[in-house]
Protein backbone atom coordinates (compact mmCIF):
# COMPACT_ATOMS: atom_id res chain seq x y z
CA UNK A 1 0.00 0.00 0.00
CA UNK A 2 1.46 3.52 -1.11
CA UNK A 3 1.97 5.51 2.19
CA UNK A 4 0.32 8.84 1.49
CA UNK A 5 -0.36 9.78 5.03
CA UNK A 6 2.65 11.72 5.61
CA UNK A 7 2.20 14.02 2.34
CA UNK A 8 -1.83 14.38 3.73
CA UNK A 9 -0.91 18.48 3.47
CA UNK A 10 -0.79 18.19 -0.10
CA UNK A 11 -4.20 17.34 -0.69
CA UNK A 12 -5.95 19.14 2.64
CA UNK A 13 -8.13 21.65 2.35
CA UNK A 14 -8.43 24.49 4.53
CA UNK A 15 -9.52 23.23 7.93
CA UNK A 16 -8.53 19.55 7.29
CA UNK A 17 -4.97 19.87 9.12
CA UNK A 18 -1.94 21.23 7.98
CA UNK A 19 -2.30 22.74 4.22
CA UNK A 20 -0.56 25.21 1.67
CA UNK A 21 -4.08 25.96 0.55
CA UNK A 22 -5.96 25.14 -2.96
CA UNK A 23 -3.40 26.61 -4.99
CA UNK A 24 0.18 26.31 -4.97
CA UNK A 25 3.21 25.24 -7.26
CA UNK A 26 6.09 23.58 -5.96
CA UNK A 27 9.62 23.59 -8.69
CA UNK A 28 12.37 21.86 -8.65
CA UNK A 29 15.27 22.83 -10.33
CA UNK A 30 18.66 20.97 -9.97
CA UNK A 31 22.37 22.32 -9.47
CA UNK A 32 21.11 25.70 -8.86
CA UNK A 33 21.12 27.31 -5.67
CA UNK A 34 18.59 29.13 -4.21
CA UNK A 35 19.86 32.87 -5.43
CA UNK A 36 20.10 31.18 -9.13
CA UNK A 37 16.76 29.75 -9.00
CA UNK A 38 14.79 33.11 -7.78
CA UNK A 39 16.54 34.50 -10.64
CA UNK A 40 15.45 32.44 -13.19
CA UNK A 41 12.00 32.78 -11.85
CA UNK A 42 12.35 37.02 -12.72
CA UNK A 43 12.91 37.58 -9.30
CA UNK A 44 13.11 41.06 -8.58
CA UNK A 45 16.68 41.61 -6.43
CA UNK A 46 15.12 44.64 -4.62
CA UNK A 47 12.66 42.75 -3.03
CA UNK A 48 15.26 39.78 -1.87
CA UNK A 49 14.30 38.83 1.63
CA UNK A 50 14.27 35.86 4.60
CA UNK A 51 10.28 35.48 5.06
CA UNK A 52 7.77 32.49 6.53
CA UNK A 53 4.82 31.83 4.90
CA UNK A 54 2.73 34.39 6.55
CA UNK A 55 4.94 37.36 5.91
CA UNK A 56 4.47 36.08 2.22
CA UNK A 57 1.00 36.80 2.59
CA UNK A 58 1.52 39.71 3.86
CA UNK A 59 3.13 41.47 0.95
CA UNK A 60 0.24 40.54 -1.60
CA UNK A 61 -1.25 44.26 -1.22
CA UNK A 62 -2.45 46.98 -3.69
CA UNK A 63 0.71 49.15 -2.27
CA UNK A 64 2.97 46.27 -3.50
CA UNK A 65 1.43 45.38 -6.99
CA UNK A 66 -0.27 42.32 -5.99
CA UNK A 67 3.21 40.53 -7.14
CA UNK A 68 4.05 37.65 -7.45
CA UNK A 69 5.81 36.18 -4.79
CA UNK A 70 8.33 32.42 -4.30
CA UNK A 71 10.76 31.68 -1.42
CA UNK A 72 13.16 28.95 -2.18
CA UNK A 73 15.24 26.32 -0.09
CA UNK A 74 18.16 24.32 -1.04
CA UNK A 75 17.92 20.09 -0.94
CA UNK A 76 20.99 17.96 -1.55
CA UNK A 77 21.81 19.48 -4.78
CA UNK A 78 18.60 20.59 -6.04
CA UNK A 79 16.36 24.02 -4.74
CA UNK A 80 12.62 24.24 -4.32
CA UNK A 81 10.69 26.89 -4.97
CA UNK A 82 7.07 27.65 -3.78
CA UNK A 83 4.69 29.80 -4.66
CA UNK A 84 1.78 30.01 -2.45
CA UNK A 85 -1.27 30.68 -4.11
CA UNK A 86 0.74 30.77 -7.54
CA UNK A 87 1.41 28.78 -10.61
CA UNK A 88 3.84 30.54 -12.69
CA UNK A 89 5.91 28.00 -11.84
CA UNK A 90 4.30 25.28 -14.30
CA UNK A 91 4.89 27.70 -17.09
CA UNK A 92 8.35 28.28 -16.85
CA UNK A 93 9.70 25.00 -16.13
CA UNK A 94 10.69 24.43 -19.35
CA UNK A 95 12.94 27.65 -19.44
CA UNK A 96 13.95 26.61 -15.63
CA UNK A 97 15.51 23.23 -16.86
CA UNK A 98 18.08 25.28 -19.68
CA UNK A 99 21.25 23.49 -18.99
CA UNK A 100 20.08 21.50 -16.37
CA UNK A 101 16.36 19.75 -15.23
CA UNK A 102 13.63 20.49 -13.40
CA UNK A 103 10.23 19.18 -12.23
CA UNK A 104 7.03 21.10 -11.34
CA UNK A 105 3.82 20.11 -9.78
CA UNK A 106 1.01 22.48 -9.59
CA UNK A 107 -2.44 22.32 -7.33
CA UNK A 108 -4.92 24.27 -8.50
CA UNK A 109 -8.74 23.12 -7.28
CA UNK A 110 -10.06 26.62 -9.56
CA UNK A 111 -8.42 24.74 -12.61
CA UNK A 112 -6.43 21.86 -13.54
CA UNK A 113 -3.05 20.35 -11.63
CA UNK A 114 -0.11 19.42 -13.33
CA UNK A 115 2.79 17.00 -13.13
CA UNK A 116 5.69 18.21 -15.32
CA UNK A 117 9.47 17.02 -16.12
CA UNK A 118 11.92 19.44 -18.42
CA UNK A 119 15.48 18.37 -19.61
CA UNK A 120 17.44 21.38 -20.72
CA UNK A 121 14.44 23.32 -22.03
CA UNK A 122 12.39 20.38 -23.46
CA UNK A 123 9.46 19.24 -21.87
CA UNK A 124 9.77 15.39 -21.31
CA UNK A 125 6.93 14.45 -19.66
CA UNK A 126 3.19 16.50 -18.75
CA UNK A 127 0.15 15.20 -17.37
CA UNK A 128 -2.42 16.05 -15.27
CA UNK A 129 -2.40 14.44 -11.68
CA UNK A 130 -6.25 13.38 -11.60
CA UNK A 131 -6.35 11.77 -15.25
CA UNK A 132 -2.43 10.39 -15.33
CA UNK A 133 -3.42 8.12 -18.48
CA UNK A 134 -2.90 11.34 -20.60
CA UNK A 135 0.28 12.45 -20.84
CA UNK A 136 2.28 14.47 -23.31
CA UNK A 137 6.16 15.46 -24.29
CA UNK A 138 8.87 14.43 -25.83
CA UNK A 139 9.04 11.16 -24.08
CA UNK A 140 5.38 11.01 -22.57
CA UNK A 141 6.21 7.33 -21.11
CA UNK A 142 9.31 7.92 -19.34
CA UNK A 143 8.18 7.63 -15.88
CA UNK A 144 5.58 4.69 -15.99
CA UNK A 145 7.04 2.39 -14.22
CA UNK A 146 7.68 5.07 -11.23
CA UNK A 147 4.15 6.30 -11.59
CA UNK A 148 2.83 2.87 -11.17
CA UNK A 149 5.54 2.68 -7.46
CA UNK A 150 3.51 5.53 -6.63
CA UNK A 151 0.19 4.69 -7.47
CA UNK A 152 -1.13 6.10 -10.27
CA UNK A 153 -2.94 4.35 -13.20
CA UNK A 154 -1.54 4.90 -16.06
CA UNK A 155 -3.79 2.76 -19.07
CA UNK A 156 -6.63 4.32 -19.98
CA UNK A 157 -9.99 2.42 -18.14
CA UNK A 158 -12.95 2.96 -21.14
CA UNK A 159 -15.29 1.62 -18.46
CA UNK A 160 -14.83 5.26 -16.02
CA UNK A 161 -13.75 8.23 -17.25
CA UNK A 162 -10.15 7.80 -16.34
CA UNK A 163 -10.20 10.11 -13.51
CA UNK A 164 -8.26 9.28 -10.24
CA UNK A 165 -9.22 11.87 -8.01
CA UNK A 166 -7.79 10.57 -4.47
CA UNK A 167 -4.64 11.92 -3.14
CA UNK A 168 -3.61 13.23 -6.72
CA UNK A 169 -1.07 15.69 -5.47
CA UNK A 170 1.05 13.47 -2.81
CA UNK A 171 1.29 11.19 -5.35
CA UNK A 172 2.70 13.43 -8.14
CA UNK A 173 5.66 14.72 -5.15
CA UNK A 174 6.39 10.77 -4.35
CA UNK A 175 7.05 11.01 -7.78
CA UNK A 176 8.72 13.37 -7.98
CA UNK A 177 10.74 11.92 -4.64
CA UNK A 178 11.84 9.57 -6.60
CA UNK A 179 12.82 11.42 -10.00
CA UNK A 180 14.92 14.04 -7.21
CA UNK A 181 15.44 11.75 -4.17
CA UNK A 182 14.39 15.21 -2.61
CA UNK A 183 11.17 16.52 -0.91
CA UNK A 184 10.70 19.21 1.66
CA UNK A 185 8.57 18.81 4.46
CA UNK A 186 6.02 20.95 5.44
CA UNK A 187 7.67 22.65 8.40
CA UNK A 188 10.61 23.10 5.86
CA UNK A 189 8.22 25.14 3.33
CA UNK A 190 6.22 27.31 5.75
CA UNK A 191 9.41 28.65 7.83
CA UNK A 192 11.76 31.49 6.80
CA UNK A 193 13.03 30.81 3.43
CA UNK A 194 14.91 32.96 0.98
CA UNK A 195 11.97 34.78 -0.97
CA UNK A 196 11.31 37.83 -3.66
CA UNK A 197 8.72 38.93 -6.02
CA UNK A 198 9.54 37.83 -9.50
CA UNK A 199 7.87 38.73 -13.11
CA UNK A 200 7.77 35.91 -15.18
CA UNK A 201 8.28 38.39 -18.23
CA UNK A 202 12.11 38.58 -16.93
CA UNK A 203 13.16 34.96 -16.26
CA UNK A 204 15.99 35.09 -17.82
CA UNK A 205 16.84 31.16 -18.70
CA UNK A 206 14.13 31.43 -21.42
CA UNK A 207 16.04 30.77 -24.88
CA UNK A 208 17.12 33.36 -26.83
CA UNK A 209 15.37 34.08 -30.46
CA UNK A 210 17.08 31.88 -32.92
CA UNK A 211 18.08 35.12 -35.35
CA UNK A 212 20.24 36.77 -32.60
CA UNK A 213 21.39 33.56 -30.85
CA UNK A 214 24.98 33.14 -30.32
CA UNK A 215 25.79 31.11 -28.06
CA UNK A 216 24.50 27.66 -26.23
CA UNK A 217 22.27 27.03 -23.55
CA UNK A 218 23.31 28.85 -20.24
CA UNK A 219 25.16 27.03 -17.60
CA UNK A 220 24.28 26.84 -14.04
CA UNK A 221 26.84 28.77 -11.78
CA UNK A 222 28.40 26.47 -9.58
CA UNK A 223 26.50 26.10 -6.03
CA UNK A 224 27.63 28.34 -3.04
CA UNK A 225 28.74 26.21 -0.22
CA UNK A 226 27.10 26.78 3.33
CA UNK A 227 23.69 28.13 4.14
CA UNK A 228 21.77 30.63 1.25
CA UNK A 229 21.87 34.04 2.10
CA UNK A 230 19.65 36.86 0.31
CA UNK A 231 22.56 38.38 -1.37
CA UNK A 232 22.28 40.44 -5.04
CA UNK A 233 22.25 38.81 -7.85
CA UNK A 234 25.34 37.43 -9.86
CA UNK A 235 24.48 39.84 -13.18
CA UNK A 236 23.08 42.86 -13.50
CA UNK A 237 19.79 43.83 -12.73
CA UNK A 238 16.28 44.43 -14.33
CA UNK A 239 14.69 47.79 -13.80
CA UNK A 240 11.60 47.37 -13.28
CA UNK A 241 10.90 51.41 -13.82
CA UNK A 242 11.75 51.07 -17.58
CA UNK A 243 9.54 49.53 -20.22
CA UNK A 244 10.75 46.08 -21.89
CA UNK A 245 9.83 47.40 -25.04
CA UNK A 246 11.90 50.88 -24.27
CA UNK A 247 14.76 49.99 -22.43
CA UNK A 248 16.24 53.41 -23.13
CA UNK A 249 13.56 55.42 -21.45
CA UNK A 250 10.07 55.25 -20.45
CA UNK A 251 7.26 54.66 -23.19
CA UNK A 252 6.09 58.45 -23.03
CA UNK A 253 9.01 60.10 -23.36
CA UNK A 254 9.75 57.99 -26.21
CA UNK A 255 6.13 58.91 -27.76
CA UNK A 256 6.64 62.25 -26.73
CA UNK A 257 9.43 62.31 -29.05
CA UNK A 258 7.58 60.42 -31.97
CA UNK A 259 5.22 63.45 -31.48
CA UNK A 260 7.58 66.39 -31.54
CA UNK A 261 9.11 64.88 -34.95
CA UNK A 262 5.69 64.68 -36.12
CA UNK A 263 4.81 68.25 -35.46
CA UNK A 264 1.79 68.98 -32.92
CA UNK A 265 -1.59 69.47 -33.87
CA UNK A 266 -2.75 73.13 -33.87
CA UNK A 267 -6.00 73.93 -31.88
CA UNK A 268 -7.87 74.49 -35.59
CA UNK A 269 -6.05 71.72 -37.32
CA UNK A 270 -8.24 68.23 -38.62
CA UNK A 271 -7.69 65.05 -35.66
CA UNK A 272 -4.95 63.16 -36.87
CA UNK A 273 -3.48 65.87 -39.16
CA UNK A 274 -0.30 67.92 -38.65
CA UNK A 275 0.80 71.37 -38.87
CA UNK A 276 4.29 71.19 -39.77
CA UNK A 277 4.66 72.65 -43.11
CA UNK A 278 4.71 70.18 -45.56
CA UNK A 279 8.28 70.64 -47.87
CA UNK A 280 8.75 73.89 -50.18
CA UNK A 281 5.29 75.52 -48.87
CA UNK A 282 7.32 77.54 -46.47
Same mark, same amino acid.
Not at 44 to 59: H, S, Y
Not at 82 to 90: D, I, K, Q, V, Y
Not at 123 to 134: E, G, K, N, Q, S
Given at each position: ?? #????????????????????? =???? =?????????????????????????????????? =? #???????????????????????????????????????????????????????????????????????????? #??????????????????????????? #???????????????????????????????? =?????????????????????????????????????????????????????????????????????????????????????
Amino acid at each position: MI #DVERLAWADAYPGQGPTLGEI =FCLT =FVKGVDTTEALRRMGGLFDTVAVRALPEIGDQHT =F #DNGYPELASAVELDGWTVLLEPGGFEGSHLVEALSQGTEAVSVLRHDYASPTFEHAVDGTLVVRFDPTFPAYRYGS #DPDRLVPLMREVGFVTEDDEDDDGGQY #DNAISRSLMLTERLTAVLPTFDMLTGPLASAH =FEPWFSRSRKPLATRATRGPSTPSPRSSGSPTCTAWRTPPVSRTRSPRNPSGSPRKAHSASTSARGSPSPGAPAGRSTTPAPGTG
